[in-house]
């Protein structure tokens, strides 16, 4: 456990709350935090995120916060629940890797996570592994669906596009801007010139030129 003094200095905590639009539970939420953080004796900082989503990684209260997480101005992080952090396992396992590199603990109220306990640190390791099991998932699923749509005789990828040089001088010996010329080959104005320049490069090499 943290003790309330490191090297003379408070224990320095910073709590994260998010609520989304229409939730009006970030009060209780600090509150919560705020009482467990001052029986520990740990000095506070908070970080509200109003209206946001748990969907998105970036808010404006956690990319500050964890700004200053990575110049070590904090010992510990502290977040009522899980989701109220993370978006994700995976989100929540690579902050705790970043946080158990930067040697700042981390602690959820309602989960009764404490890293800074033997069973908190246990519990790291149970969710590292949670991760990547779902990492492996979500990449054999990828792969799986690769593998259906190209026994379907779907292309997958970016799709190669065909250009006739002889097209594309007989629709300049016509009179038509690069952009026109483009527009009936359906490609961009700036493929079409590369391609039209790589070609006659390649043609005079050809010819000795």
């Known amino acids: 456990m943290l003790p309330v003094q490191q090297g003379g200095a408070p224990v320095k905590a910073f709590l994260y709350a998010r609520v989304s639009t229409g939730d009006q539970n970030e009060g209780m939420q600090l509150a919560s935090m705020s009482e467990f953080a001052r029986r520990?004796?740990?000095?506070?900082?908070?970080?509200?995120?109003?209206?946001?989503?748990?969907?998105?990684e970036r808010r404006p209260a956690l990319d500050a916060m964890?700004?200053?997480?990575?110049?070590?101005?904090?010992?510990?992080?502290?977040?009522?629940?899980?989701?109220?952090?993370?978006r994700s396992v995976t989100h929540l396992v690579d902050a705790l890797q970043e946080f158990k590199a930067l040697g700042v603990q981390f602690v959820s109220v309602q989960e009764n996570i404490d890293t800074t306990l033997p069973h908190g640190e246990l519990l790291f390791h149970i969710f590292a592994a949670i991760a990547q099991f779902e990492r492996a998932l979500i990449s054999e699923r990828v792969r799986a669906g690769m593998r259906h749509a190209k026994a379907n005789g779907k292309h997958m990828g970016r799709k190669r596009l065909l250009l006739d040089a002889a097209q594309i001088t007989a629709l300049r010996a016509q009179g038509l801007p690069w952009r026109e010329v483009a527009h009936r080959v359906k490609a961009d104005e700036s493929t079409v010139r590369k391609f039209m320049s790589g070609k006659?490069?390649?043609?005079?090499?050809?010819?000795g030129q």
């Open 200 to 207: 006659r490069l390649s043609e005079a090499t050809e010819n």
């Open 66 to 86: 964890m700004a200053r997480v990575r110049k070590r101005e904090c010992d510990v992080v502290l977040v009522w629940r899980f989701d109220r952090f993370a």
């Open 40 to 56: 520990r004796g740990w000095e506070i900082e908070t970080f509200p995120d109003a209206g946001w989503s748990g969907a998105k």
